[in-house]
């Protein structure tokens, strides 16, 4: 592969990774529902195949996208634990069914 056309894939393979964390980072927002369509896209990633090691000139643009990924996954964690809690008191306040009698007086 010509060190142009190398530079260039891996380019587009970060170019499409940014994309994938902003979508990921918009779907903390609480503006941002995803489409059926995105998530189908992010589901069916498959990391480029072929692509050899990284271009030096390409690192540093690597690392940021690397610290990106990795806090927007620090955040869909805490996202998560706050969701599973928010369902809990919900789930606590609740109505609760009526009280039935245990007893019948058959005497009475």
């Known amino acids: 592969m010509l060190t142009l056309e190398w530079d260039a894939a891996w380019s587009e393979a970060l170019t499409e990774l940014e994309i994938d964390v902003t979508t990921a980072e918009r779907m ?3 503006d ?3 489409s059926v369509d ?3 896209r992010l589901v069916a990633w498959r990391p480029p195949a072929d692509l050899g090691p990284l271009p ?3 690192a540093d643009r690597a690392r940021a996208l690397l610290d990106r990924q990795l ?3 620090a955040a ?3 996202a998560l634990v706050m969701n599973r809690r928010q369902l809990a008191a919900v789930a606590a306040l609740a109505p609760t069914p009526a009280a039935r009698p245990v007893f019948l007086d058959i005497e009475g």
């Open 76 to 78: 869909m964690g805490r």
């Open 28 to 30: 903390l927002d609480n």
């Open 56 to 58: 030096a000139a390409l």
């Open 38 to 40: 995105e998530v189908a």
């Open 71 to 73: 806090a927007t996954a």
């Open 32 to 34: 941002h529902l995803p």
